[in-house]
């Protein structure tokens, strides 16, 4: 079961006999979510994506899949078409590829009242498990181009960056050097303009994949990379025909300063996210990391701008030289003009590749690796988790202007169904920030959309961005939240909305201060109270969460009302959800006060009180005999003229159930008890069935 907490604003979607669902395209225009599956493609509502649902089923081919399961595929799990994407070709139609049982097919597909598959379907011989569209601008359907990362042949040993469709020709990287690709994950691509002058447009690619530079003799090292081409690339006129001469490629940095002088470095890339400014040709990227050591786990995000990507491409380039024949910096003569860059009149004479003299296209095959990396900004990761039982596997970023600016925040999947809800708050200085956990969110266990679709390989869910009704029902825990989101708007913690009045939208992002925000508000929440019964000798748990994850919990206890409050001895456990009182004594029965105390300040979050039920005592002709209350308390239950839990408790206690809060389901446990024993009681032949006793309990 999902808490509440978690449920809140949760919607899901899956269809029977379908799984993986990992192509998403967000279509705000129609309203709709467009979502790739197992041998399906499905138009979902953006309001609720679990409602008005429209879809078809696309499968490969019986002779696809039967030569696919004869390649020694296994025919149920891999020997399907798996829709891997999904991309707005024009005001009509998508163009949709699957993997077609390991026969890549590509379809357009009208987005009208139905979707159709049309006719211009065009499959194509190869793998694409990893294809990745990175479209060009749609300036006319001419221009549209697909780039995509993929193993051409069967057993997934022929790996290439391949362009497709549009006016240019079809090119790919170098075929079976490991200089280029070595065995190679692609992660995303993006199409990011140099400058205005669409000539210097360039397409990157993110991957991991094994080392070249790696160490001699620690074996197979992964290392995250970024690749560059320039969109206008045409290939060689006598050398690199039909082959990339501007392909460059540099390692992406993750890592965390250690105290020793060493890094401990992030290298495994699982996703990265693209979050774009007002300036198109500077964006921002989020990616995120994990870390494929078997001493060390955790998982990170680091955060890269486009100056210090373009700087690793127009440093040194990689070189093997030398006794040991170890990866160095070149220090030769490079040609003119410098490989990597697009042929422009921005930064030259050349109209095309083509013309590009043999010495450039030479130096290009040669030396496609970049000698500096690229780091991320500040030199580590902008958030962090080491402990967790979980890796960062998805990054989505929303951009939120609330009162005092905008913040970046973050959702974060993980491979265990959660999503993690970051804020990226400055401290002294934008420069200097903090990132703040604020939900972990549990998502696949059952007009302007502000939403986050996640896709996973059991379902699809849709959750809000905005979940402000969580933070509590007073200012101070809206205040304390930090959530960018959310405001206190007098009455409530609500979305906040920047063209409302500022006394209707109480927000402090950076410094979450409640005593100056919130001061002299008439609706604090009141404090609530709750009334527990300990039994004497056992165990007993108090439970008090906090709602924000940055609180820190006090707890104080007191004999009664009027005397004075004191700090909990060591008898008492503290766990994350509360404490545990290991043997309850009559001296634990009072007034437990749970306390969150954030930025300074304090509140009182429930109050508890603990009344401690003993042994009974019994009478003078039994001096004896010490039964406890349960044994009277079992007998009771068997008492034949006493039919209901209430009518028991009135007569061991003088309270009905409801006054001593017994749930409900121990009640029923103690039902199903009392019927097994009056079976087996009638079962026996009544000479053997005896006196009714506690002990046969």
Excluded at 133 to 146: G, I, N
Excluded at 297 to 318: E, K, Q, T
Excluded at 629 to 644: C, G
Aim: hydrophobic share 35%; net charge positive; proline share 6%.
């Amino acid at each position: 079961m999902i808490p509440e907490r978690m449920r809140h604003g949760l919607r899901t979607y899956g269809l029977e006999r379908s799984c993986c669902y990992e192509a998403l395209l967000l279509d705000e225009e129609r309203g709709r979510l467009f979502v790739g599956g197992k041998n399906h493609l499905a138009s979902l509502s953006l309001d609720n994506i679990s409602k008005q649902d429209k879809k078809i089923y696309w499968p490969a081919p019986v002779e696809w899949r039967e030569e696919c399961n004869w390649a020694g595929k296994d025919i149920n799990a891999e020997c399907m078409n798996f829709i891997k994407i999904l991309h707005l070709y024009n005001r009509t139609h998508l163009y949709a590829c699957g993997t077609g049982a390991f026969h890549p097919t590509c379809a357009f597909v009208e987005v009208g009242q139905r979707m159709e598959v049309g006719p211009g379907s065009t499959p194509a011989k190869g793998q694409m498990r990893d294809a990745l569209p990175a479209p060009t601008p749609r300036a006319s359907p001419a221009w549209e181009e697909l780039y995509s990362g993929v193993a051409t042949d069967l057993m997934g040993r022929d790996f290439t960056i391949f362009r497709s469709l549009g006016l240019r020709p079809s090119i790919r990287t170098e075929q079976h050097d490991s200089r280029w690709l070595n065995e190679p994950k692609f992660v995303d691509v993006f199409w990011i303009p140099e400058s205005e002058n669409p000539d210097d447009d360039k397409i990157y690619f993110f991957f991991r994949e094994t080392a070249v530079e790696g160490q001699q003799g620690l074996g197979k090292a992964s290392f995250a990379r970024i690749g560059q081409i320039c969109r206008n690339d045409l290939g060689g006129q006598r050398s690199l025909v039909n082959k990339w001469t501007t392909f460059l490629k540099a390692r992406l940095v993750c890592s965390v300063p250690g105290s020793d002088g060493g890094d401990t470095f992030f290298d495994e890339l699982r996703d990265v996210f693209l979050l774009r400014t007002r300036d198109t040709q500077n964006p921002l990227l989020y990616a995120v990391f994990s870390t494929s050591s078997s001493v060390f786990r955790g998982s990170a995000v680091c955060l890269y701008n486009m100056h210090d990507i373009r700087r690793a491409f127009l440093g040194p380039f990689a070189h093997k030289e030398g006794p040991n024949y170890q990866w160095v910096s070149y220090q030769g003569r490079v040609p003119y003009p410098r490989p990597g860059m697009c042929p422009s009149k921005t930064f030259g004479t050349f109209s095309s590749t083509k013309d590009f003299p043999d010495d450039v296209i030479q130096f290009a095959r040669n030396h496609p690796l970049m000698a500096n990396p690229v780091l991320p900004h500040n030199q580590r990761p902008v958030f962090l988790q080491t402990s967790g039982d979980y890796t960062f596997t998805r990054i989505a970023v929303d951009r939120v202007m609330a009162a005092d600016g905008h913040y970046d925040v973050l959702f974060i999947g993980t491979d265990v169904g959660t999503v993690l809800k970051v804020v990226s708050v400055p401290k002294e200085n934008w420069q200097n920030k903090e990132e703040l956990l604020l939900e972990e969110l549990q998502v696949f266990k059952v007009g302007q959309w502000q939403q986050l679709y996640v896709g996973s390989p059991t379902s699809l869910s849709q959750l809000p961005l905005h979940r402000c009704g969580i933070y509590g029902k007073g200012c101070a825990e809206c205040c304390l939240a930090r959530d960018p989101y959310c405001a206190w708007n007098g009455t409530s913690c609500t979305r906040y909305m920047p063209n409302t009045k500022r006394r209707f939208r109480r927000q402090d992002v950076r410094n979450g201060d409640p005593n100056t925000l919130c001061s002299g508000d008439p609706h604090q929440s009141s404090v609530p109270e709750k009334k527990l019964y300990g039994v004497e000798g056992s165990s007993a748990f108090l439970e008090c969460v906090p709602k924000s994850l940055q609180a820190r919990v006090l707890w104080t206890y007191q004999k009664a009302s009027d005397t004075p409050r004191k700090e909990l001895d060591e008898r008492v456990l503290l766990t994350e959800r509360g404490i545990l009182l290991r043997s309850v004594t009559r001296k634990d029965a009072g007034l437990y006060h749970c306390q969150a105390t954030e930025h300074g300040f304090t509140q009182t979050l429930l109050r508890l009180s603990l009344e401690v039920i003993g042994a009974r005592e019994e009478a003078p002709a039994e001096p004896a005999s010490s039964k406890l209350w349960y044994q009277d308390f079992l007998q009771l239950v068997d008492h034949p003229n006493l039919s209901t839990m209430d009518q028991v408790c009135q007569q061991l206690w003088g309270r009905t159930s409801h006054h001593i809060q017994v749930k409900p389901h121990k009640w029923k446990h103690v039902e199903e008890m009392r019927k097994a024993r009056k079976r087996r009681t009638h079962e026996l032949p009544r000479a053997e069935r005896g006196p009714r006793s506690a002990a046969a309990w």
